[in-house]
């Protein structure tokens, strides 16, 4: 492993997230909202291997193959989240956490600890990116079922999102839950997918036989950890649980980690 060049890619990676965020805080005070932080939550990863690809001096291949990864989902996130966005207020889950805290406080805990978060769970990339290819057909195995999980979490994420998107659209579901197509199978197969992505981009990451990147496992466990119990499904699940119809739709759908639906009785 070339410490020298992951050292760089790690300096490069926390300062291109740094200008990011300040930009990102600036265009929330313009909008008078903090949720602007989400829509730039799949770019920041985006620009994190993009300098990882350009800087790093580990396999190219592996460089350019976690760049395509993180670029396909994360500009499709960052695209899904903006066109969300549009002409909608203030986030309440923003509100309710952040109303009673000042400018400055409320600019660490939201721009300052999503980068954060961002550099940390992105390290497997930045790892990579200064190690030489692994060999042999250990390393083509744990390169493909990273490509593999990489592509069931996209799947999970981008589906799910569109299903959600069009029952909203209908205003005959106003009020209802919807619980058919992924959501039968878990209640958030967008934070679901998101997981997985991640999971995936650190076995490609890993295919490179490094102790070290192994080791950075807990970078996607630490993602998978916030979407499950804290900023993700957690949160999310405390504004719907007042909905008719939640409790029967809980009682029948799993949390998170999904399987087939069961048939009615």
Not at 63 to 87: D, F, I
Not at 148 to 162: K, N, P, S
Request: hydrophobic share 55%; aromatic share 12%; no cysteine.
């Amino acid at each position: 492993m070339d410490w020298s060049s992951f050292g760089v890619v790690m300096l490069l990676s926390a300062a291109v997230l740094a200008a990011m965020h300040a930009a990102t805080w600036a265009w929330s005070r313009a909008a008078h909202k903090l949720a602007v932080v989400d829509v730039v939550w799949g770019l920041g990863f985006v620009l994190v291997a993009l300098v990882s690809a350009v800087v790093g001096s580990g396999d190219a291949v592996r460089r350019v193959v976690l760049l395509v990864l993180a670029g396909v989902w994360g500009l499709r996130l960052t695209w899904h989240l903006e066109r969300r966005a549009r002409g909608m207020g203030e986030d309440p889950r923003y509100t309710a956490l952040y109303a009673d805290k000042g400018p400055v406080e409320t600019a660490l805990r939201v721009f300052g600890l999503q980068g954060a978060l961002q550099w940390i769970i992105s390290l497997p990339i930045q790892a990579s990116a200064a190690v030489e290819a692994g060999s042999g057909s250990t390393a083509r195995t744990i390169l493909g079922a990273g490509v593999l999980v990489w592509g069931t979490g996209l799947f999970f994420e981008a589906v799910g999102d569109r299903q959600l998107t069009a029952f909203r659209a209908d205003p005959a579901n106003r009020g209802r839950i919807l619980d058919t197509g992924l959501w039968a199978w878990t209640r958030h197969p967008n934070y679901v997918g998101d997981a997985a992505v991640w999971w995936g981009m650190w076995l490609v990451a890993a295919s490179s036989l490094v102790p070290v990147v192994f080791a950075l496992a807990i970078s996607p466990a630490l993602m998978t950890f916030f979407l499950r119990n804290v900023s993700g499904a957690r949160l999310l699940e405390k504004s719907l649980s007042n909905k008719p119809g939640w409790a029967e739709y809980a009682a029948k759908t799993p949390y998170f980690f999904p399987r087939p639906p069961r048939p009615p009785r």
